[in-house]
């Protein structure tokens, strides 16, 4: 990951709410499309000139190939709330964040995330690391990644959910976990939409916590077909059991897992 700074500056008088507006449009299009990182971008104010930093995947990340409609719509409407188009200057590599994936076209990909990532929930299944959004050959939905995204977002509501022992733990835990739930609906069909796009096969990962006892978790079957899915070894210490049929990885229930 790579930090960017970018400088905004005014060509002509214009009002604070109206360029104000039409960065942080173009910041929340740049996100809907996987090309920045994050949720908050703080934007600091130096007479006619604006500015910030912002996390992106790549260094190239910015560049006007990946644009989607609308990053380039609101790009136009910078110009009419009186700014220039954005001048964007790489500060240096990100010591945070996870390394982009070297290929973007593995044997197979998983959608993948925990209530910690801020990066693409699209992991590459040769070495997990992420793929970024904006990398598929076409968009999702509706010209961008933003549906994949929102699904990210709604996961780690979850996750942090069950992390910290809400009430509501039980329920979240369905969600995350089981393949009747809406929120596998919605991953399910995104990994379909993935995979239709990319022609490469997407796995989606299913959460799994509790159980009765460790053999008994062992000896779990895929819960879509009913078949053998167990691993002989972990991928990545985390997923204990994939389906190629189904395309489905989970693990090892966390309360049992070494």
Known sequence: MFIKELTFECYQNTQYAIVERAINNYFDML????????REFPIAMLGAV??????????????????????????????????????????????NSLECAPNFKPSWQVLY?????????????????????????????????????????????????QMNGSAVSAAILKEMGEIDSKLYYRGSNLS????F????????????????????????KCPSCGGDWRLDSPL??????????CQLVSNLSWDFKK
């Not at 996100?31 to 994050?38: D, E, K, M, T």
């Not at 379909?192 to 995979?195: A, P, S, T």
């Not at 509790?210 to 978790?217: D, K, R, T, Y």
């Open 236 to 245: 990545f210490d985390i997923f204990d059991f994939k389906c190629d049929t």
């Open 113 to 161: 995330t925990t209530f910690l990532d801020t990066c693409s929930p699209l992991r590459c299944g040769e070495t997990l690391q992420p793929i970024p959004l904006y990398r598929t050959p076409e968009a999702i939905s509706n010209g961008d990644r933003k549906s994949v995204l929102k699904w990210q977002e709604e996961w780690i509501n979850c996750d942090e959910l």
């Open 192 to 195: 379909k939409r993935i995979q």
């Open 31 to 38: 996100r809907y499309n996987g090309q920045i990182l994050g």
């Open 50 to 95: 604006f500015s910030t930093r912002l996390v992106c995947p790549e260094e190239e990340s910015l560049e006007s190939q990946f644009n989607s409609p609308q990053v380039t719509h609101a790009l136009n409407k910078l110009t009419e709330a009186g700014l220039l188009a954005p001048k964007i200057k790489t500060i240096a590599e990100d010591l």
């Open 197 to 220: 796009v990319t022609k490469t096969p997407t796995y989606y990962y299913l959460y799994r916590v509790a159980g009765i006892s460790l053999e008994e978790e062992q000896q779990r």
